[in-house]
């Protein structure tokens, strides 16, 4: 298995993403799309969960397709990122058929980030405008780290972000991940400097500096999110939200395993994961373009994982300072051990 050429979950062809931001805001909208209408379902972990439109993902449910999905920051507020996103592709014709009406279905997830240092007092919820502002950004290529829904995330120990990552498995098809992760848990073991996810890193990705070599890493470090956000408790305002995709043509009920076998890349990444003051989800999507063999859904569930837990290490590792910021980026304490 190899990265696609963009390292992107845009390696899946047809697939689009989109980012807008407001920088004093320090939060944002992330938008995937596809050229048509994909497959998808949709698995939640975490105990704080917020969603819209992710009923009708699940597998006995009559809709399978859906228009895009769309992550973002402000908490509830953020759903609302849902209607700009359907605001724009209803001007474009696109959505669901019925009779005369015309309906985008855009699931969503909403990631914690009011309490991270940005200017929250708005008159108008702004989520509107930058979920059509991403969705409309939409391309192959988007900037990582600061960017999106990742603008205002922040980790335990260090500022959060958007990541991703690819795989090409050896009968060619491929798999992709997006993810903001905005966790209560850490992304690095103790020390700052090595990744949970080190030994799935794919060359220098985030670093190159391989597996943490002690051991009893085991230990829940004392989080300076928790500490820098004091007026709310430590087991509130975080989440981690992520997409997987491939090119594999899966039905919604395989959509549904795809997403929960990718799970493993949140727990493979972040310590401790699937908390009950985290919304952890994953939605997963097929744009059905290459027909594969009944059990090649094992190898695609288990790639999906590794780019998950590769997309999160990505986010952090390539998180950028901004004014105001309530922790530092991976950049700035990683030498400190």
């Keep these: 298995m190899t990265p696609g050429s963009k390292n992107l979950i845009t390696d899946v062809p047809g697939l689009k993403v989109g980012n807008a931001q407001d920088e004093a805001l320090k939060s944002g909208t992330t938008v995937l799309t596809a050229d048509k209408p994909f497959v998808a379902s949709v698995h939640v972990m975490g105990g704080a969960p917020g969603t819209r439109e992710t009923d009708l993902l699940a597998p006995d449910k009559s809709v399978d397709r ?3 999905i769309a992550l973002s920051g ?8 849902c209607s700009g996103v359907s605001d ?4 474009e014709g696109r959505g669901f058929q019925v009779g005369q009406a015309i309906v985008p279905i855009i699931p969503g997830a909403i990631l914690f980030d009011l309490l991270n240092g940005g200017d929250k007092n708005w008159i108008e919820n702004p989520y509107r ?3 059509k502002a991403a969705y409309l950004s939409a391309s192959q290529h988007f900037d990582l780290g600061t960017a999106g829904a990742g603008v205002g995330a922040l980790s335990a ?3 959060g972000g958007l990541g991703s990552a690819s795989l090409v498995l050896e009968n060619g098809t491929m798999v992709g991940a997006l993810v903001a992760a905005n966790p209560l848990g850490s992304v690095t073991t103790p020390g700052d400097r ?14 190159g500096l391989g597996p943490d070599p002690t051991s009893g890493l085991g230990r829940v470090q004392a989080s300076r999110k928790a500490a820098a956000m004091h007026k ?3 087991d509130q305002g975080n989440t981690t939200i992520a997409v997987v995709a491939t090119d594999a043509a899966l039905s919604k009920p395989q959509c549904h395993r795809l997403a929960v076998a990718a799970h493993d890349g949140i727990a493979r990444a972040i310590v401790p994961a699937h908390t009950p003051g985290d919304g952890d989800l994953v939605f997963g999507i097929s744009t059905g373009a290459r027909r594969v ?5 094992t190898m695609i569930g288990h790639a999906a994982s590794i780019c998950l837990a590769r997309a999160i290490a990505r986010a952090v590792y390539l998180a950028s300072p901004s004014a105001g910021d309530l922790l530092p980026c991976w950049s700035a304490v990683h030498d400190l051990s």
Excluded: C, T, Y
């Design 66 to 68: 859906v228009d895009a």
């Design 74 to 81: 402000g908490s509830a507020f953020g759903l609302d990122a």
């Design 88 to 91: 724009a592709m209803r001007a």
């Design 129 to 131: 405008a930058l979920g």
């Design 157 to 159: 120990m260090q500022k």
């Design 194 to 207: 090595h990744f949970w996810a080190a030994p799935f890193e794919i060359g220098n990705e985030f670093g």
């Design 232 to 234: 709310a408790p430590p």
């Design 293 to 297: 063999d009944e059990g090649a859904l």
